[in-house]
């Protein structure tokens, strides 16, 4: 490894993210779900888990997530890399406390992930590819070991309309010369304080939990080599390096009710409007596979396919606690009719929505009336993010963090 380099420099002495010793204390400090396959499996494969032992690949790992995920998933084999000796100390550190026997761990860079001499069902890549100085070529590292048929890459990169006022004080903190110290974290938390309430760096810090942590504000503001994209740029980004956009990990942040935007408008055009005029898309999480990825895995309400559908309630959605017909989902929240209230509760996995229509509940209603409904219904269900549909029955492989 090349000691010159300020990237692994910075992660050797502000090691990313945070690390714990004890997995499960972690995990009830930080609300990161990791992009957990145990979680998401139906939205990673609509047409089904292509086996429950998936070999995985963590690619920049960190001090945590390879192990955090093996741990949740000891059906599944883990491969860790890194290029930080720090943060892979720390993995085995909990591999071995932990008796982590499905997961192993490599230092390496990311683009010599080939000589690993084997392909992955599943990648992980979480906020690394904007810190290569080509992103592209450690793209397409990634692609050369994903299985063509059914792998599945989940990326993460920072999102640049989210992250504007970030990258104005990272130029303001490199002519100032601030060091990556405890000193240089002092100034930066000195100067974010002194910044007028509206300043967008200001509201970055603020509502990021991860700013109490010195290596998170390292990580954001003082960071020597990092890239954002727009929503144009990760399909750009995507597609120009010969893959395919499956979708976001949330699509709800990208679909969200703006006056004025109707149906006429594209599915793209409309991704890209609702980030620029939001503005507080700061990460972009996203599904990416190989073009000869199996057909079925193609969500589409159109036709008569969508009745076999089986849904399935996002992990992280449930009733409110003050009434149960508002459905909440982190920031997101819609409230049901009664009749919505059975397809919210048929969501199970193990209906298809033509099973579901059956259903007593909802027998009084006229067949064409009650099949519009369930249309119009799973059809916003899947825009805004709130639940999975499969092409075969799916169940929940356990609950989520709330």
Not at 76 to 89: K, N, P
Not at 226 to 243: I, P, R
Request: with cysteine; net charge negative.
């Amino acid at each position: 490894m090349d000691s010159s380099n300020p990237v692994e420099r910075q992660y050797t002495h502000y090691s990313y993210p945070e690390p714990g010793d004890d997995i499960a204390a972690w995990q009830q400090s930080y609300n990161y779900d990791l992009y957990d396959p145990g979680l998401y499996s139906p939205l990673y494969w609509p047409e089904g888990r292509p086996r429950q032992a998936l070999q995985v690949l963590v690619a920049g790992c960190g001090t945590m997530q390879a192990a955090v995920l093996a741990f949740n998933n000891p059906e599944c084999r883990f491969v860790g890399i890194d290029f930080s000796q720090a943060s892979i100390a720390h993995e085995e550190r909990l591999r071995e406390r932990h008796n982590l026997t499905n997961l192993t761990l490599q230092r390496m860079e990311l683009q010599d992930v080939a000589t690993l001499g084997q392909s992955y069902d599943l990648i992980i890549s979480s906020g690394v590819l904007h810190h290569l100085p080509d992103p592209a070529a450690g793209l397409k590292a990634l692609s050369s070991v994903l299985e063509p048929t059914h792998g599945v890459m989940l990326l993460m990169l920072y999102g640049r309309f989210g992250r504007a006022g970030v990258y104005e004080l990272q130029d303001v903190f490199r002519r100032m010369k601030v060091p990556q110290s405890p000193e240089g974290v002092a100034i930066v938390r000195s100067t974010i304080q002194q910044l007028a309430p509206h300043h967008p760096a200001r509201w970055y810090y603020e509502h990021s939990f991860e700013m109490k942590s010195d290596a998170a504000v390292v990580d954001t503001f003082l960071h020597p080599q990092d890239v954002a994209y727009s929503v144009q740029d990760v399909l750009d980004f995507v597609e120009g390096n010969g893959l395919k956009f499956q979708g976001w990990l949330d699509r709800g942040i990208y679909n969200l009710d703006w006056k004025g935007l109707d149906e006429s408008i594209s599915e793209r055009d409309r991704w890209s409007i609702i980030e620029t005029l939001d503005r507080r898309v700061t990460t972009h999480s996203f599904i990416v596979t190989a073009n000869s990825r199996d057909k079925r895995s193609e969500i589409a309400f159109e036709g008569s396919g969508w009745l076999d559908y089986y849904p399935l309630r996002h992990p992280k959605l449930s009733p409110s606690a003050f009434d149960p017909r508002r459905c909440v989902r982190g920031s997101h929240e819609f409230i049901v009719s009664p009749l919505e209230d059975t397809f919210v509760a048929k969501a199970d996995g193990t209906h298809t929505i033509a099973e579901i229509l059956k259903n007593k509940e909802l027998a009084k209603i006229e067949a064409t009336q009650r099949r519009s409904l369930a249309l119009e219904f799973y059809r916003r269900m899947w825009r805004f993010g709130h639940m999975f549909f499969s092409v075969v029955p799916v169940k929940r492989e356990r609950k989520a963090k709330p």
